[in-house]
Structure formats: structure tokens, C-alpha cells
């Protein structure tokens, strides 16, 4: 998730600032950490004894962020789950280049669940106090914090060598995590200053590198710090959680969402051997097991009457009915308005109409959702890739019974998310620990989600209908008028207080072509259908059906002009010079101004697209063969200000390409009278190597600008930039998800 | 009822329902939690392992049907394929979130053993039942072809 409003404040300082932690935030910081994490660092008095060696002060240098251990290990203190975006990776490069640690001795663990100390600064503005990963936040949001506690790490290390030395700070060196004095000859590596450092007082200030000096940041050969576990099958999720005793649970909730638990029947569920206690929990009924097998075999047998009084019993079919009618009445919210739409578009010549359908979207993360709780009187552990540790947190205290403080929350690395782990309502953490619970604490329980339970278990990205009329006046100016049919994502929920204004839920209309292009005459607008279908950010959440939309009104506009795509893009990104710089790259690198060798159902198109403060062009080139959709190569150009690891970076793109290419040719969940029409990957089919493009060709936007998003904003462009591709082969316009050219062959006619 | 399992090389006997999967047998009875679940299908791959060198999945294959032969998790793959291929995966950094990367290492190894110079089409035909959704399938690509290549150079692996 993300929420355009708050990029202002998140990480626009410029990284040339020397920006610095007063001594003031830092004593915040540390007070807060509690623990005994860090309070022999802040008592008065307790520096080195005279004449003391490294070895007379051996202990760590514990601090919110990074510890540094005799071990000479330096472990970075990770308040973002790892859902394989990078963040244990990116986050640790930026502590060591402040702190001139080599790479080699660079160490990750997650954060407790702590705010405000661990709380995702980029939701400060909006006055949230969260402790979350969304929003492609987490690199822009840590990049001054950790900046500041690898630098104050550094100096307090200088001034433990200068003291122990006798020698003036300012003559100490620090290179590869060795601390050196020239004068002197003398040397001493983190893990032997690491315990006088910490009696040293915590400086007032500290100076940042120049970003010109970066030698860890920008690296292009930087491994990733999770590589190795993950290729040998030892990475620890949820799901590899192994507690003594422990026991697994599968939960069977309502057949169609809204329903209730009306009574049950668990006499044939018991007698399944290995089966445990069958209870009730708010969201349905748990079968706990001795394992996993013996919990599904007893969930099979289990019979549930359901209350379905209050759920909802439409379909796709006719919820789209409704949505093209609201698309195309007058009731809808003015999301924005400029110059006079209408009156540019009654006069216009030629005009594009187009309706565009985009259906519900699972994320299907690989990992399905999973969690293990162990419950005593006075506290509750919690492992789990969290995504929303403060939701989480109260979630499973309020399920239990406790205070969130005895909540203690593990997060692991997560199995992928794509959104679906951060839910306001913390659905999975409160299953959990509600049958925790209702089983007394008696054991450890562990609760997997089944494929079948994911797909079919909501949280979709909404349901979307969009209608635009566009037109290039006779000043050659645009204008366009778009509606926006589709569910909130955020009324309804604690954050909607904080970020719907004037009934405008930013993450349903943002990215829309008002905010992209300098246009004339605009009228967005949005109509907000009743459905009981529950909806979540999904990857890049409103960009992935308004960047569609607007990315193949712009190449149809550019058609109608009898103008190149990318000239015609660049005549409207005046005002928006970094989606003017990420296009001219991708397109320079793609060869866009050579002649492409269309026939043979070859086409390329283009698309651009900012969100979470990045900006992303790609160039995508296509065979059509009958009505099968082969994308043979991708141009990828991203502005993310400094990329703090390009591989990564690289990589995201590429994951972003895939993902977003999964929903444009395959993604699609459908509801008949209620009931979701898909279970498995059978049915809901997402994109497999056979038709991942051979080649992506990813280039980064030299910047100075600090970090903006990586995670999502490679997405949004590859479906339009396929359905220009598209068009520029067959002349068919796909407007509709997931891309059926059969149908839109026929619609055509 | 007592089912004897012989997984990397280790010979156990457990006392488990005959029709559980391979696949909850080798993560909740054998503690090896390398091993996936994904969609208990034979949809995804996640739970590949080898039996008698085979990839197979693992999420629908009875403990019954296993008995007396050799079962090879990802903790003990040790042939020269598997150790390349997961050599190259760790130096091209082809993981994200890491989830189903134990299945795709297992299939890659099992293809290399079986064709020692795989081609785009045939590593797109031999991986397409492991669903990556990071979308890694292009390091996948590069890493097989490296491995590959390391293979046949008769070089030995950088790490694995």
C-alpha cells in the first residue's frame, strides 16, 4: 500500500544533506528500546578505564539499529519484513557505507514489534504511529535514519580508538571495518572496540557521508545477505516453525464472505486420528491436529451450518452490471477537475471512448498465510511474516485477552506478500491466536492457510470499472473524462480517519492521468459500489488499473494525432520532467527511434508511469500468434532517486514485470451467487517461466534524489505497454483483464 | 500404522496415516522444513524432492507409495548438478522471498542430471510446474545455463 499524499514527506531532503541525529532523537531512540538494549551505552560516567585495552571493555555496541559484537558481526536491526523486496539486503548496505563496515561482517535480524521506535516514519505525516512494510516505503523512509545510525555507530568506535589510543579522533581512519592511526601504527577491528565504544557518550551530532564518496550504496556486485539460505532450503519462515508440542490447524470460514458460524457438528472431525479439539473462533471453526494431514482430513468431515443472512450473494457478472451503470450515471465524487472537460470534448473532432474491466485479483504469495502462537497466562509469542506488526500485535491481544505489550511478535521472513499480509484487521494473526485461545494455551498451535482457503479467502484487489472519453481539442490540447467504478480499500478501516479526505480514497483514483500529464481539461471522478467482497492493496494497488487505463487512452490520443508514442508522451510530461528522463531512456535503449520490423503479429509499445515516488518506463515488444500473447523483450528504465543496491533494484523490476504480466494475461477471481469460482492454481492461473520474457533489460536513471519506491512501481507499466504492443501489431485494443484477444477480436468487429 | 522412509539417506520409521503426503511426512514428522507446501496439487512445485533421483512432488505422493526407496530433500542434495545449480543460484542472487526456491533448485538439479545442456525451451519446459511468484524465472534461466555450464567445464562449484 501507499498513499501518494505523504510523498512529500517522505525522503525529499535531497542526499546531500549532511542531515543529522541531534543527541536528543537519539537518547528518544535509545530510551525506548528498552531491554537492557541499549542502557549501559547511555550511562553517565562509565567511560573506559584509564589505560584500559579493547580487551578490558569487551561487550557489544548495542544500539536501536545495529550491533556490533565482539564477534566483530555487525547486525543490523530490521524493522521491514523481508518478503523478498530486498530490505535485508538494502537496509544493512546503507548502515555499512556510514559505518565503513566491509560487507563480509554485515548480519540482519527482524525488529520486535516497538513503536514509535519501529514505526514506518513515512506515515508520520499523516500522524499514524505504524509499525508496517507498504507503500514501497521502506528503503525511502529508513535511508536518514540508518544513515545516522551506522555514522553515530562510526564515531563512537572513532572515539573509543582515540581515547584507548591517545590520539585526536580526527586522525583515526576507518576503512573495511578497521579502526587505524597512522601516526601510531595501531589498528583495531569493530568486534575489539565494540565495548569501550558503547561506554563512549553518544555524539550530538554526526556527519553523513557525501553520496559521492558512496562505495557500499550503488554497488552493482553487492551479494544479497539472504542468497545462501535460501538456496539451501535453511531460510526460517512461518510455516518451518517448530515448537515442542506444537500442534496445526486449518480453520474452515464461511462459503461466501459475510457469512457466520451458525452451529456445528465435530463428532466425525474428532474421531479423525491425529485430531485434536475442534472450536469456534470469531472467523470461523479451527481443527487442530497433531499435523498438518490429520488437521485437513478432520476439516473435510467437519460440518458447519452457516448464517449467511448478512453475506453477500452477487457474482461478478452482475456486480459488473451494476458497476458499468454507475460508470455511466451522474452520481460519483469529483476526485479532480481542471479547465472544463466537457465543453473541450463536445467540441472536440475525434474522440476516444473507451470502457475498460478489471476483475478481482488474488495475490497468491508462494508461502500461503501462516502463523504460529504460544499462549500463556500473562503472554502471547507470535511468529509470523508480519507485514503490520502494530495491527498485528492488537490483533492478537484483543483476540487473547491481553495487553498488546504482552503480545511479542517474531517477524519472519515472509514467503512473499504482495500485500496480502498487511491487513488493517490483522485476519490470520487474529485466527491464531484466537484458537490459541479457545484450545487454553495447551499447546503451540500453528495455522496454515491451504491454497483453497487463499484464493477463495477475499482480500482481492478491487473489482474495477473505468469509462473515459478523451480528445485532442484544436489547440492540441487533451482532454479527458474518466470515471472510476470500484470498492475503497481504506473506508471502513482505522486509516481512513487519516487519509480519506472528502470521501476520496486515494488508493482507489491515484496514479490517474490528471496527477501524470499536463492536461488541459480533466474530470476525474469516482463512484464507490456497496460490495461485501473484502478488497486490500494488491502490489502497486490503484496503479494497477489506473495506470492501464490512462497509459492506452494516452497511446490511442498519440494514434488520433497521427504522432509517435513517445514524442506524443513528451509533448504532455512538461511539467514532469522524471517521467520525461525514465522515458527517453527506455525508449533510447530499446531503439525505439529505429524502424521496427513489424509482420509476423510483431508489435512494441511504451508506457510510463510514477508511483511511490518512482517513476518507470517500459518498452515491450510482442508476438501475436493466433491469439496467444508471447512478450519477447522488455526495456525497462526506473527512476528511484539513489539506488542503494542496483541488483536489487534490477531485480524488482523484473519481479514487478512478472507479477504485473501474471494479472494481464492469466489473473481474474470470479464470485457466481457468491461463491468464488476459483480454488487452486489450476484456476487461478498466474505466470510461469514459459512465459516470463526471454530478455528484460532493466536501466536506472542516474540520481542524486533520496531513495523512492523499488518494489511496486516496476509493475504498473507492463500491462499497458503489452496491450500497446498489442494493438500496434493487430489494431485489436485490449480493454479488458486479463487479456483475451479471441473476445476482443470479436469485440472489435 | 508403521511406515519406513528413507529420506537422504537416513532410514526412519514413522507411525503415520499410509495416505499422508510425502510432503507433511518429511516437515511436520521429520522436522526437514526445506521442503514447501504451496497448493498440495502438484500445481506449484514447492514441494519438489527427489525419489531414486527423480524430481516428483512431493505434496501428492503417499508415504506408501516411497517405501524402500530413496527420498533427497533440498538439505540433501550433494549430487555435482545440485551442487552447481545451487552454486549459481546463490552467486546470480536469483532469490527474493525465497519460498519456492527449494522446488526450483530440485527441479534444475533434476533436469541437469537428465540434459547436461539444457536450452531456453527446454529449461522452460522442465521448470514451467515451479511457480516463482517473485517472477525470478530470468536468473532461474541464467543460473541453469551457468550451472550448466560449470558442469560441463568439469570446474567445481564456487558454493553450495
Redesign the interface.
Known amino acids: 500500500m501507499y498513499f501518494r499524499h505523504i510523498e512529500a514527506a517522505t525522503g525529499k531532503g535531497g542526499a546531500g544533506s549532511s542531515a543529522e541525529l541531534t543527541r536528543r532523537q537519539f537518547l528518544k531512540f535509545t530510551t525506548l528500546a528498552g531491554s537492557g538494549l541499549t542502557l549501559g551505552l547511555l550511562l553517565p560516567g562509565c567511560g573506559p578505564r584509564p589505560g584500559a585495552g579493547a580487551s578490558a571493555a569487551a561487550g557489544p555496541l548495542a544500539m536501536p539499529f545495529v550491533r556490533i559484537a565482539p564477534d566483530n558481526t555487525v547486525t543490523v536491526i530490521c524493522k521491514h519484513v523481508e518478503a523478498g523486496q530486498g530490505v535485508w539486503t538494502g537496509l544493512p548496505a546503507i548502515v555499512a557505507e556510514e559505518l565503513d563496515a566491509s560487507w563480509e561482517q554485515m548480519r540482519v535480524e527482524s525488529a520486535p514489534a516497538q513503536v514509535p521506535l519501529y514505526r514506518n516514519l513515512a506515515f508520520d505525516p499523516l500522524g499514524a504511529t505504524a509499525q508496517l512494510t507498504g507503500g514501497s516505503t521502506a528503503t525511502a523512509n529508513s535511508w536518514q535514519q540508518l544513515r545516522a545510525a551506522g555514522a553515530t555507530a562510526r564515531a563512537m568506535l572513532v572515539a573509543a580508538a582515540a581515547t584507548e589510543w591517545g590520539v585526536p579522533a580526527g586522525e583515526i581512519k576507518v576503512s573495511q571495518s578497521v579502526v587505524a592511526h597512522s601516526g601510531t601504527g595501531r589498528k583495531a577491528t569493530f568486534g575489539e572496540l565494540a565495548g569501550s565504544a558503547a561506554k563512549q557518550p553518544v555524539p550530538a551530532r554526526v556527519k553523513l557521508k557525501d553520496p559521492g564518496t558512496f562505495s557500499i550504496i550503488g554497488n552493482e556486485k553487492l551479494p544479497r545477505l539472504d542468497a545462501r539460505a535460501k538456496s539451501t532450503g535453511k531460510q526460517q519462515f512461518a510455516i518451518d516453525v517448530m515448537l515442542p508440542g506444537m500442534m496445526s490447524a486449518v480453520v474452515m470460514r464461511p462459503p461466501r464472505f459475510g457469512g457466520k458460524v451458525s452451529s456445528f457438528d465435530a463428532t466425525r472431525a474428532k474421531a479423525v486420528p491425529g485430531v485434536v479439539d475442534v472450536v469456534q473462533i470469531p472467523r470461523g471453526v479451527a481443527v487442530v491436529a497433531r499435523d498438518m494431514w490429520s488437521a485437513k482430513k478432520g476439516r473435510e468431515t467437519l460440518s458447519v451450518t452457516w448464517d449467511e443472512s448478512a453475506a453477500e450473494k452477487r457474482g461478478t457478472t452482475e456486480l459488473l452490471k451494476e458497476y458499468r451503470t454507475l460508470a455511466h450515471g451522474k452520481e460519483a465524487l469529483t476526485v479532480i477537475q481542471a479547465g472544463d472537460a466537457d465543453a473541450a470534448l463536445a467540441h472536440a473532432a475525434r474522440r476516444v471512448e473507451a470502457e475498460f474491466e478489471f476483475p478481482y485479483l488474488a495475490h497468491a504469495p508462494m508461502e500461503p498465510l501462516t502463523a504460529v502462537a504460544r499462549l500463556s497466562p500473562h503472554k502471547c509469542e507470535i511468529w509470523a511474516g508480519c507485514q503490520f506488526q502494530t495491527a498485528d500485535q492488537a490483533a492478537a491481544a484483543a483476540a487473547v485477552g491481553l495487553k498488546p505489550e504482552q503480545v511479542s511478535i517474531n517477524t519472519l521472513a515472509a514467503g512473499g506478500t504482495f500485500g496480502r499480509r498487511a491487513t488493517p484487521d490483522s485476519d490470520y494473526i487474529s485466527e491464531v491466536a484466537s484458537i490459541a485461545k479457545a484450545t487454553g494455551g495447551k499447546y503451540p498451535v500453528r495455522l496454515i492457510w491451504t491454497r483453497e482457503d487463499d484464493i477463495t479467502g477475499g482480500r482481492y484487489r478491487p473489482l474495477n470499472y473505468h469509462r473515459i472519453t478523451a480528445a485532442i481539442g484544436k489547440d492540441g490540447k487533451v482532454a479527458l473524462r474518466q470515471r472510476v467504478v470500484g470498492q475503497s480499500i481504506l473506508i471502513g478501516t482505522p486509516f481512513a480517519p487519516l487519509m480519506v479526505k472528502n470521501g476520496i480514497d486515494p488508493t482507489a483514483v491515484g496514479g490517474n492521468a490528471a496527477e501524470q500529464y499536463d492536461l488541459a481539461d480533466v474530470h476525474i471522478s469516482w463512484s464507490q459500489p456497496q460490495v461485501g467482497v473484502p478488497v486490500l492493496w494488491w502490489r502497486s494497488v490503484e496503479n494497477t488499473h489506473m495506470a492501464f487505463s490512462k497509459e492506452v487512452i494516452i497511446d490511442e490520443l498519440a494514434q488520433i494525432a497521427g504522432k509517435d508514442p513517445v514524442e506524443f508522451r513528451l509533448s504532455l510530461l512538461g511539467k514532469h520532467p522524471r517521467h520525461a528522463g525514465a522515458l527517453r531512456l527506455a525508449a533510447a535503449q530499446a531503439g525505439w527511434d529505429r524502424p521496427f520490423a513489424t509482420g509476423k503479429g510483431r508489435g512494441r509499445g511504451v508506457a510510463v508511469h510514477e508511483s511511490f515516488g518512482s517513476v518507470v518506463a517500459q518498452v515491450a515488444e510482442v508476438t501475436v500468434s493466433g491469439n496467444k500473447i508471447r512478450v519477447d523483450r522488455v526495456v525497462c528504465a526506473v527512476d528511484c532517486g539513489i539506488a542503494v543496491t542496483p541488483d536489487v533494484v534490477r531485480a524488482q523490476m523484473q519481479s514487478g514485470i512478472g507479477y504485473g504480466l501474471s494479472a494481464a494475461l492469466y489473473g481474474k477471481i470470479t464470485l457466481t451467487d457468491g461463491h468464488v469460482d476459483q480454488s487452486n492454481f489450476h484456476q487461478y492461473q498466474v505466470l510461469r517461466i514459459n512465459d516470463m520474457p526471454r530478455q528484460i533489460e532493466v536501466y536506472i536513471v542516474p540520481s542524486t534524489n533520496s531513495p523512492s519506491g523499488v518494489g511496486e512501481p516496476g509493475l504498473p507499466p507492463i500491462a499497458p505497454a503489452v496491450a500497446n504492443a498489442v494493438r500496434a501489431a493487430t489494431g485489436v485494443r485490449l480493454r479488458t483483464l486479463p487479456f483475451d484477444l479471441a473476445a476482443a477480436r470479436g469485440a472489435k468487429t | 500404522m508403521s511406515i519406513k522412509l528413507t529420506v537422504n539417506g537416513e532410514t526412519r520409521e514413522l507411525d503415520?496415516?499410509p495416505d499422508?503426503?510425502l510432503l507433511?511426512a518429511i516437515?511436520?514428522?521429520l522436522?526437514l522444513?526445506?521442503?514447501?507446501?504451496?497448493?498440495?496439487?502438484a500445481?506449484?512445485g514447492?514441494c519438489t524432492v527427489h525419489i531414486d533421483g527423480k524430481a516428483t512432488r512431493s505434496c501428492v505422493t503417499p508415504v506408501s507409495a516411497v517405501q524402500g526407496r530413496q527420498v533427497t530433500?533440498?538439505?540433501g542434495l550433494s549430487t555435482p548438478a545440485g551442487r552447481a545449480v545451487?552454486g549459481s543460484?546463490?552467486g546470480l542472487?536469483?532469490?527474493?522471498?525465497?519460498?519456492?526456491?527449494?522446488g526450483q533448485?530440485m527441479s534444475a538439479a533434476a533436469l541437469l542430471a537428465a540434459n547436461p545442456g539444457p536450452s531456453?525451451a527446454d529449461?522452460?519446459?522442465a521448470?514451467?510446474?515451479?511457480?516463482?511468484?517473485?517472477?525470478?524465472?530470468?536468473?532461474?534461466?541464467s543460473a541453469i545455463h551457468q550451472a550448466a555450464q560449470q558442469l560441463s567445464a568439469g570446474g567445481r562449484p564456487a558454493?553450495g
Open positions: 503415520i496415516d499422508m503426503p507433511w516437515r511436520d514428522h522436522q522444513t526445506g521442503t514447501k507446501f504451496g497448493c498440495g496439487m500445481l506449484c514447492a530433500t533440498i538439505e545451487q543460484w546463490i542472487d536469483v532469490p527474493q522471498c525465497g519460498y519456492c526456491q527449494s533448485i531456453d529449461i522452460d519446459s521448470m514451467a510446474g515451479n511457480i516463482c511468484r517473485c517472477a525470478t524465472y530470468v536468473r532461474i534461466r558454493q
